[in-house]
């Protein structure tokens, strides 16, 4: 049970590493576990297996409460002994809330994620239900980004400090107003580059393509907030400009100046 409070309702298994009338240990190679016994523990959190042919087995302990996580570990049973194990099954602080639009005020679907580091293992993420609703149980403890994952509506970031304490953490969120990028190729001398490939880029993944006008001008609709670069390139030559697009504005980058041979 969770720092040493006793538990009644969790369910303990001793399972065989290999078949179950034949229950010798198998490490060093991957197998399924067959189920040999359950019991439930008693009001002071003991169970006790009777019976059990030697071995090597996995304890695993189920709880129904989603506040629990589940646990387990390999014993060894010798014939003719006792063999006393000790189960401490993890707590999980349940973090929820709901996402609605700022604006309208009305429920948000989208992906709530508790960021414990990347390629951690304990990260948990969570999709909003039809009312804006999320939850997620969370074991890791400590200070964990809480981050949304949207394509129509700002992001949003908050620092939590995960213990055994439950946390609703409400979130309203602006929607993006998407913007218009123009800007214009020319040469040194001023004289507007026509028919010139444009490519507007999120760090070096290109997202989008324009081509200028007979004016050298160029156009990017309904581009969301964020950092991006502009880039051309004509022969060996690569040209690049970088702006920041805010929201419901239209951004004039840069001119894209093609230098002389």
């Not at 989208?110 to 997620?136: F, H, K, L, Q, W």
């Not at 020319?186 to 490519?199: F, I, K, L, N």
């Not at 670069?229 to 093609?258: K, N, Q």
Request: glycine share 8%; aromatic share 6%.
């Amino acid at each position: 049970s969770p720092e040493d409070s006793a538990t009644t309702t969790t369910t303990a298994y001793a399972c065989s590493s290999s078949a179950a009338d034949s229950p010798a240990p198998t490490s060093g190679r991957k197998s399924r576990f067959t189920l040999v016994s359950s019991v439930r523990p008693a009001s002071d959190g003991r169970f006790v297996f009777r019976g059990i042919a030697a071995g090597e087995y996995h304890l695993r302990s189920d709880h129904p409460d989603k506040h629990y996580g589940k646990f387990g570990r390999t014993v060894r049973l010798s014939a003719g002994t006792v063999t006393t194990a000790h189960l401490a099954v993890p707590w999980k602080a349940r973090i929820s809330g709901t996402v609605t639009d700022a604006v309208t005020g009305e429920p948000t679907e989208m992906t709530v994620r508790v960021s414990v580091g990347i390629g951690a293992p304990g990260s948990m993420a969570a999709n909003t239900d039809d009312n804006g609703n999320y939850e997620m149980y969370v074991a890791t403890r400590g200070e964990k980004l809480l981050e949304t994952v949207s394509l129509t509506h700002g992001r949003y970031e908050q620092l939590l400090t995960i213990g055994r304490a439950d946390q609703v953490v409400d979130i309203r969120l602006k929607p993006y107003v998407p913007a218009d990028v123009v800007g214009l190729v020319r040469t040194e001398a001023g004289d507007p580059v026509a028919e010139q490939s444009v490519s507007l880029l999120v760090g070096h993944n290109t997202i989008a393509t324009a081509v200028t006008g007979a004016d050298g001008r160029y156009r990017f609709p309904d581009v969301e907030p964020g950092s991006y670069t502009v880039m051309i390139s004509m022969e060996a030559r690569v040209v690049v400009g970088v702006f920041v697009v805010e929201e419901d504005s239209e951004v004039v980058a840069d001119d894209l100046v093609v230098e002389a041979e």
